[in-house]
């Protein structure tokens, strides 16, 4: 089946083909030819998402991403450093980093970053997150909520100020958590919240992604990648940052020797297709959720043309206009 569709936009990169835009050395270069290398998946629109690290890494790593010429750019996604400390809900980031919420200190990283950050993930639970979340609504930045440990209620104080995103939901958390008062309940049945997920079989389970998608909607609902320097490339040893990561032949990226997923291996041409295949949803109610959903989340717009050929389980994308 031939297919025609609004340009594709993630809203959580990393990395792709071997470049980490979290690596101390990133250069301009290196970001054109991740992005370049997206746009051969359908891509182009995204957010390159900087996770927690130091405020001089941050600043550096901004500043290349900021001053992109590359339309593709549509922001920057910061990832922290206010999230939780805590083993499992922080994932990958690097605990050391890790800090309380501050106005004062996302301003200079908005200053570094040229203005160009455009959604923010944080815990609720960090102090301070509430008074941060009031001024970056007011001054138009999305709030999103991830890698958290915080109670139903302080998920509801955060959506009450103003967050209206979960960061891939479902991951980003404790193990174990209690069956019913936990703050996955409490973002499924948030009708302002929206919600971005990992369908890469190795984030959620397929009969997990069906029930998210079902209790979040379909117009509510958003495929990221998480994408790192893996992202197009075969197994091995890559970085997000200073943390080192490995990427199985499955394609499953987790930090060597834990249990822990350390970003992903995965495209987004490939997240439709598993999205298709998990939840029996036809491609064409599927492929806005990597597009135009996500563009209407940030208020802006998709980005060209895409033909592909899609055989029921894959997406081939043919050419980018």
Known sequence: MKLEFPGLFDLQVNGFAGIDFNAPGLTSEGLAEALERQRGTGVTRCLPTLITS????????????????????????????????????????????VRNASIADFDRRQEAADGRIVLVTLAPEAPGALSLIGHLVKAGVRVAIGHTGGTPQQV???????????????NGCAQMLPRHPNFIWTLLAADPVAASFI??????PAATVKALF???????????????SAAA???????????????REDGRVSLPGTPYLAGSSLTLDRAIANTVTFTDLPIDVVLPMASTIPALYLGVQTAGTVCAEWDGSELNVRTVE
């Open 54 to 97: 130091s405020f001089d890494r941050f600043a550096r790593n901004a500043r290349v991403i900021a001053r992109s010429p590359d339309p593709a750019v549509a922001g920057i996604h910061m990832e922290g450093p206010y999230l939780s400390p805590e083993d499992g809900p922080r994932g990958a980031h690097p605990r050391e980093h």
């Open 156 to 170: 509801e104080d955060a959506i009450s100020a103003g967050a209206t995103l979960a960061t891939h939901l479902g």
């Open 199 to 204: 369908v890469d079989g190795h984030h959620l």
């Open 214 to 228: 079902r209790a979040k909607g379909v117009e509510r609902s958003i495929l990221v990648t998480d994408a790192t």
């Open 233 to 247: 490339c075969g197994p091995g040893r890559y970085s997000i940052g200073d943390v080192v990561c490995e990427s």
